[in-house]
Each structure stands twice: as structure tokens, then as C-alpha cells.
């Protein structure tokens, strides 16, 4: 049930959003074999504009590289996927996390309540986040397909609504 002030700040949000998305992976070496990637470039190009798509290694330097890159060329959200788990060359967390001007902590917290009824307690390794950097919203999700499809139906309607009040 959504309240009367959100309906009221949805209708007042734009729908002419651009979107970025950047994959991590050391093992996909072409979009084409990105399926995560791919999943969120076609939602977002459904329902927004896709001005930047990319696809780096698992590393800091290339990853602070592609935000700075998409936020100089007025991308309003960045979606990221992987780079989230446990494994030593998982840096996203920590990378984008050092940059959030504030953090939105719902985004993880509901992204792991919704992944515990799909795949149980796996969901716990989960670091899903999300904050503001420089009046643009990032979300980073796990890399798998099915994360990713369960991290956009959590988000990708309220897109506008998160614009609005960043840009304020």
C-alpha cells in the first residue's frame, strides 16, 4: 500500500531518466555472454534511456573509473551487477560504498528479505547496496541473472521517485 505523499512525488517525477550499467566480472569477456548485464539494459531501455553500458574486471581503479565516466556524462542512476559477494576479488561493496554521500539502506535490506523467500538462507551472502554520489543514485546487486531480476522488481518502478529527490 503506497502512501498519498509517495503517489504525489511519483506523479510529480519525471519519467526521462538516463541509466548506466556497468557489470564486474573476471570471467565474461563479452556483452553478449553478460546475461545479468543484458537483462538490466533491456529493462531499463523498456522504460528509461540506456546512455552507457559497460563491462570491466573485478577491479577498484576501473570500476571508480566507469562511475566518474557515467556521472560526467549526466547518467542519473548506475546499476552495477557483481562484484558483491564474499569471494577476495569482490571490491564493488566496498569501492562504492566509499563514495555514497548517503546510503540507502532499505535497497539491501529488502533485496535480502525478498532473496530469503526465493533461495533461503543463501541470501545472506548477499551485499546488496545502494546510496547518492554526486546527485546520482547507485545500485549495486549480485551478478547472477536471477538476483538481478529480483533486485529490478524491487526497484526499477520507483527509479524516477529516487531522480527526483536526489536532484532537488
Known sequence: MKSETA????????KEISC???????????KKADLSGQYMAEEIEARYTLKSRKLIA???D??????????????????????????TRDITVETVEELFEKK?????EIFRAVS????????LLSRATAGIYK????????????????????????L????HHVKK
Open 7 to 14: 503517489k504525489e512525488h511519483q506523479n510529480e517525477s519525471s
Open 20 to 30: 548506466g550499467v556497468i557489470t564486474l566480472s573476471d570471467s565474461r569477456k563479452s
Open 58 to 60: 573485478d577491479e577498484k
Open 62 to 87: 576501473d570500476l571508480l573509473n566507469a562511475i566518474e565516466e557515467m556521472i560526467s556524462e549526466n547518467v542519473d542512476v548506475i546499476l552495477t551487477t557483481g562484484g558483491t559477494g564474499l569471494d
Open 104 to 108: 540507502l539502506d532499505g535497497f539491501g
Open 116 to 123: 530469503y523467500e526465493e533461495i533461503g538462507s543463501a541470501a
Open 135 to 158: 546527485k546520482t543514485v547507485i545500485f549495486s546487486m549480485p551478478g547472477s541473472p536471477n538476483a538481478v531480476k529480483t533486485a529490478l522488481s524491487i526497484i526499477i518502478d520507483e
Open 160 to 163: 524516477p521517485h529516487f531522480v
